[in-house]
């Protein structure tokens, strides 16, 4: 509210929740509600493609939502998004959520201040090349849609790579964290070496 001295962002939170597989949420359906343009539905099945290394082309995608959950979903010439397997399911979620800070960019243009993307254990269904394409992805799409972007992780690729010189055009723009537990406390220590 006006005078509140607080900065009104917009902020998406991708909680475990999002892993609760597609075959298991008997609530999951298409829903109309939400339209990708041709354009989104592109840079959905390229970014898809790109991040799971995947060959076989996307004829379409869905957006698809429960009460647990909203993703998109991707369709193939030998089967449907009811068949996706958890990793592709977590990639939409996640790029839905960039094409969703894309959108309010687009929207509001100037007045648009960024956002807030936390994603809870990044790395989750993911084979370990999958990791890697999905934290070039985000750097990037955080750069361009200033979006400030907070994920945990265990992954030790993940680490390597935001620590080594693979991504030495975002070492200063990332930034490794490691929470230990010291007595009752947690200690937040930053960590700038593999």
């Known amino acids: 509210d006006s005078g509140s001295g607080y900065v009104q962002i917009p902020v998406i939170y991708l909680s475990l929740k999002r892993l609760l597989p597609i075959g298991e949420d008997n609530d999951l359906q298409e829903d109309k509600s939400i339209q990708l343009t041709e354009e989104e539905q592109n840079f959905y099945r390229e970014n898809h493609k790109n991040i799971l290394i995947d060959h076989r082309n996307i004829t379409s995608s869905n957006y698809l939502s429960s009460k647990e959950k909203n993703t998109l979903g991707a369709n193939t010439l030998l089967y449907d998004w009811k068949l996706n397997s958890a990793g592709q399911d977590n990639i939409g979620k996640i790029i839905l959520s960039v094409l969703s800070f894309r959108r309010l960019k687009e929207q509001y243009g100037k007045k648009y201040l960024g956002g807030i993307l936390a994603i809870d254990e990044v790395d989750t269904t993911l084979f370990p090349a999958a990791q890697i394409k999905l934290l070039s992805f985000l750097l990037k799409s ?39 537990r010291r007595d009752d406390s947690i200690e937040a220590n930053n960590i700038s070496t593999y």
């Open 142 to 180: 955080a750069k361009k849609y200033d979006i400030q972007i907070i994920c945990t992780t265990h992954s030790l690729s993940v680490l390597g790579e935001i620590l080594d010189t693979n991504l030495s055009k975002f070492k200063h723009t990332t930034k490794v964290v490691f929470l230990d």
